[in-house]
């Protein structure tokens, strides 16, 4: 089974941009749809977006515009890249195949002033 590292969160300040990765301990060219995930403190882990091995994405409303996926494969990573955050985006963020059934450590995003 492929683990994966989630890396690159931190403090910004609203309006500002983070990339987040997902580095697998193997390949993941065989992995059809890798999605991220976040956690807000209080609330139900939700899906933040997903994308298929043929570069297909789809997002959650809620960052639809402002959230990009994407992934090479011959890096073994998948990447969030987060623009124009809004503290409502402050989470845990994860990444897992869809389906899946475990979950890594994930990667703390914080937006605040």
């Known amino acids: 089974q492929v683990q994966l590292v989630e890396s690159g969160g931190g403090l910004v300040q609203p309006g500002g941009s983070l990339r987040l990765s997902c580095a697998a301990s193997?390949?993941?060219?065989?992995?059809?749809?890798m999605g991220w995930y976040r956690q807000a403190p209080g609330k139900e882990r939700e899906l933040v977006g997903f994308?298929?091995?043929?570069?297909?994405?789809n997002y959650a409303d809620s960052v639809k515009g402002r959230f990009t996926i994407s992934r090479d494969n011959a890096k073994n990573t998948v990447y969030l890249q987060m623009n124009s955050l809004k503290p409502e985006d402050t989470a845990v963020y994860y990444c897992?195949?869809?389906?899946?059934?475990?979950w890594g450590q994930g990667t703390q995003v914080t937006v605040s002033s």
């Open positions: 994308i298929t091995n043929g570069g297909s994405t």
């Open positions: 193997g390949s993941i060219s065989s992995i059809r749809v």
């Open positions: 897992r195949p869809i389906p899946g059934s475990s």
